[in-house]
């Protein structure tokens, strides 16, 4: 049955207790600042002004994301494949959506805002990282703020390495080339694969 109303999804799950809906706060609160400040990678989330959505992977040195207060936050933008989905979706509709991560932490913080996207310059030079002034930087004032709990990550092992299985090798230049889906290609065809991959793996060293 396809669940189409709030009705049926309460009898599902019922209420949220109240302490649940209580912890959510309209600025930050201090053990919130402290999470941002160990936190190397989060996701954001952004929508179109038609509703299409983009979760986009944002990591750096644990702090990149700077508080400025307890409304305002800046996270600076670094090279990447050029796409600006997340950008384009923040000039066309403001609203967005944040996870933040610490690593061997269970919890999560969650962060719901308005963002507007800069280039002053002395914000780019304030967020220099390797030698680099950042390449953009997102403003959000935050309107909601709370922590998740740590069931998703402890039913996912996300930070137990046992259960972790041994590195995977994403080849970009097999998808671009085709050979992944058909291994009949040639040899010229496996060659440019290649030759994307070690372009790709140069860039990962090179242009952080």
């Known amino acids: 049955m396809r669940i189409s109303n709030l009705q049926q999804l309460r009898e599902i799950y019922g209420e949220a207790h109240p302490a649940t809906a209580g912890k959510k706060s309209a600025t930050l609160i201090e053990k919130s600042i402290d999470f941002i400040t160990k936190s190397p990678f989060i996701i954001l989330s952004t929508a179109s002004a038609a509703g299409v959505i983009t979760c986009s992977?944002?990591?750096?040195?644990?702090?990149?994301?700077?508080?400025?207060?307890?409304?305002t936050i800046f996270i600076p933008d670094r090279p990447g494949n050029k796409l600006i989905d997340g950008h384009k979706n923040i000039i066309e509709n403001p609203h967005i959506g944040l996870i933040f991560f610490v690593p061997n932490t269970r919890e999560t913080l969650r962060i719901n805002?308005?963002?507007?996207?800069r280039n002053d310059h002395e914000l780019l030079n304030r967020f220099e990282a390797r030698g680099r002034p950042a390449s953009l930087v997102t403003k959000i004032t935050v309107e909601e703020s709370f922590f998740h709990c740590g069931k998703a990550i402890i039913r996912s092992n996300l930070w137990n390495p046992d259960s972790w299985e041994a590195p995977k090798k994403i080849s970009f230049g097999e998808m671009l080339v085709g050979t992944n889906e058909n291994k009949k290609k040639g040899l010229i065809e496996k060659a440019k694969a290649k030759f994307i991959d070690i372009a790709i793996e140069n860039d990962y060293k090179k242009n952080l």
């Open 57 to 71: 992977p944002k990591g750096d040195a644990p702090g990149f994301v700077y508080v400025q207060d307890k409304k």
């Open 113 to 117: 805002g308005n963002a507007e996207l």
